[in-house]
């Protein structure tokens, strides 16, 4: 029973989600689009394989789920430097309100987070950035 950090991470990271996605809900999103969104408000317009490399999911996925925010007017794709890269970038409809969800979805953490001392919140990101997979390094979120 001491191998269960795995399965006690992917238990906390459901509980978030489902959490986050009953806010979501008010801005007809789910939560695979907010990580979107999200990638696009911290460092800007990016292609669609920096996002999928980011969030580590597959390409497909990213693709679609881009569409959909394309739909719905949250996200715009223009054209890159060369003329198969496509550039994914926030609409101004997606920057007027993305502050607002990300406040929302802020005082969520900050509950989850609340039984927790400031010290042991900057421990338990800076051991969880530790955390990765040889083959794959991530872009860092700094929101210290």
């Not at 794709?77 to 926030?90: A, F, S, T």
């Not at 309100?97 to 338990?124: D, F, H, K, P, W």
Request: net charge negative; glycine share 4%; proline share 1%.
């Amino acid at each position: 029973m001491e191998n269960l950090l795995f399965h006690e991470i992917h238990q906390k990271s459901r509980l978030a989600i489902k959490e986050v996605n009953e806010v979501l809900k008010g801005y007809e999103l789910y939560s695979a689009q907010w990580s979107i969104l999200f990638c696009l408000k911290q460092f800007g317009p990016m292609t669609q394989k920096e996002i999928w490399q980011y969030l580590n999911v597959e390409a497909p996925t990213v693709t679609r789920t881009v569409s959909k925010l394309e739909e719905s007017g949250w996200a715009e794709r223009k054209e890159g430097g060369d003329k198969r890269q496509r550039i994914v970038c926030l609409t101004a409809k997606a920057e007027s309100i993305v502050a607002e969800i990300e406040e929302r979805v802020t005082a969520i953490e900050n509950g989850m987070l609340s039984y927790l001392s400031r010290e042991e919140q900057q421990q338990l990101k800076a051991l969880l950035k530790k955390i990765h997979s040889a083959e794959r390094t991530e872009k860092d979120v700094t929101n210290d």
